[in-house]
């Protein structure tokens, strides 16, 4: 018995199986025992009881004869019988319907001389002849077809109630599934830390704990590579800063020219995935202060005039004051126009802002060579290059439009990117007025 138990509570299929077994036996008693019902509401007329067979007599006197009709409806009712009176000349009957043809009825047996029991379909009735009338006795037929639909909603009701216990006890054997789909959604979020708890023996129990046992793996893994990533980053800002101080030394040339270009993209490379890194999910850390967004976005705006192709600032005479890291929001709007300048073709570039309830709204919109579909889920992604054969200088590293968007979820917001290729490139940021509560952190 103690092993049967252990084999319950470790297997959820086991469970499983007793359910829908518990289920289908129930089903089938409630089928068996309804139609036994209904089987036996078919024989709905009993024998006619002794008393009744005793005292005919008297029920005979009360009516009378001639018969008192009155007397003959209130008996019927009292008995609750069917009294059906005839001679030559008068049909009369408490059953309107005349469920018996009495015409048809065979003898049976005498009870007096003026008394007999007759049979029509195999149910008894007694005929007395008395004054020249005859008086035709049986009982009221049950309502058969009120007793079935009786029984079938009984039957019915008691197959509902075991489907919900069904429901019921299946929707708790599956509780942790809920569980689990939650954990992974929010691991999935970024929320590593998360754990699903379970005290659980069986195979979800099982499940659990792998997941707990992977996202231990995935934070882990994350970390060390955060860590190490920081590490390599710090400690090349040594050999940059050496290699800056030596060029200084060299004498002017076109080689000195391009040796400090490689060497400020590395610094570039680096502070980039410094800040990437402080922006991660897990170690935001935003230092947000009121900024008048509409006048910000135009100051930073206006140091790209200079492009060719023409910068349109579109923004609303009404200045809000949003809580915004200032750095790192400057950051957002230059990388922005950066890449749309870079990929815009010389063609006129928009920068609109508006509002939309508690909320600003910035777009950037060029007309340039666009972004084929296949690329728009993966373009945010680190490194991500929509086409690999791209030199640095006009495609860049991969970093500029995913900082943007750790940027805007650090600030509680969104990037959107519509584009198509050949059809320019439409990217919408939108922020509330306050960023949510960052993580305290020390600055990398």
């Not at 910000?296 to 004051?321: A, C, H, K, M, W």
């Amino acid at each position: 018995m103690t092993t049967l138990v252990q084999q319950v509570k470790k297997s959820l299929f086991f469970r499983l199986l007793l359910i829908f077994g518990f289920t289908v036996v129930s089903f089938f008693l409630i089928i068996s025992l309804s139609l036994r019902a209904i089987n036996q509401t078919e024989i709905t007329i009993e024998t006619i009881p002794d008393f009744y067979m005793r005292n005919v007599e008297s029920i005979i006197e009360d009516i009378g004869t001639p018969p008192n009709l009155s007397n003959a409806m209130r008996l019927a009712e009292e008995l609750d019988w069917t009294i059906n009176i005839r001679n030559p000349i008068m049909r009369w009957s408490s059953d309107p319907d005349y469920r018996l043809d009495v015409d048809n009825s065979t003898f049976s047996r005498n009870l007096t001389t003026d008394a007999e029991v007759r049979n029509i379909n195999n149910e008894d009735i007694i005929r007395v002849n008395r004054g020249g009338y005859d008086f035709y006795l049986y009982q009221r037929s049950l309502d058969e077809n009120r007793i079935n639909f009786f029984v079938v909603y009984v039957g019915s009701a008691l197959a509902v109630i075991v489907l919900f216990l069904n429901y019921f006890m299946v929707n708790n054997l599956l509780a942790p599934l809920r569980m689990l789909r939650r954990g992974a959604e929010r691991i999935q979020k970024g929320d590593l830390g998360y754990r699903v708890e379970s005290n659980r023996q069986d195979e979800l129990g099982e499940l659990t704990e792998s997941i707990n046992l992977m996202a231990d793996s995935l934070q882990s893994m994350l970390e060390a590579k955060r860590q190490l990533l920081m590490a390599i980053s710090h400690e090349l800002r040594t050999p940059i800063t050496k290699a800056k101080l030596r060029l200084e030394f060299m004498s002017e040339s076109e080689e000195k020219e391009l040796l400090r270009e490689d060497i400020d993209e590395i610094d570039l490379l680096i502070s980039d995935l410094l800040e990437a890194e402080r922006l991660n999910n897990e170690h935001a850390v935003l230092v947000d202060e009121p900024v008048f967004i509409s006048e910000f976005v135009q100051g930073v705006s206006e140091q790209f005039l200079d492009y060719e192709g023409g910068i349109n600032i579109e923004r609303p005479e009404e200045d809000r004051e949003f809580y915004l890291d200032r750095l790192r929001f400057r950051l957002l709007i230059t990388n922005l126009l950066n890449n749309a300048i870079r990929h815009g073709e010389s063609n006129p570039i928009t920068v609109r802002l508006e509002y939309r309830g508690d909320r600003a709204v910035l777009e950037v919109i060029d007309q340039g060579e666009g972004i084929p579909e296949e690329h728009l889920g993966q373009i945010t992604e680190p490194f991500y290059r929509a086409d690999s054969s791209r030199q640095r200088n006009t495609g860049g590293f991969g970093l500029g439009l995913y900082l943007c968007r750790l940027i805007a979820q650090a600030h509680g917001g969104e990037l959107m990117i519509r584009s198509k290729s050949g059809g320019g490139t439409h990217i919408t940021v939108n922020l509330p007025s306050h960023p949510p509560d960052s993580k305290s952190a020390s600055a990398v």
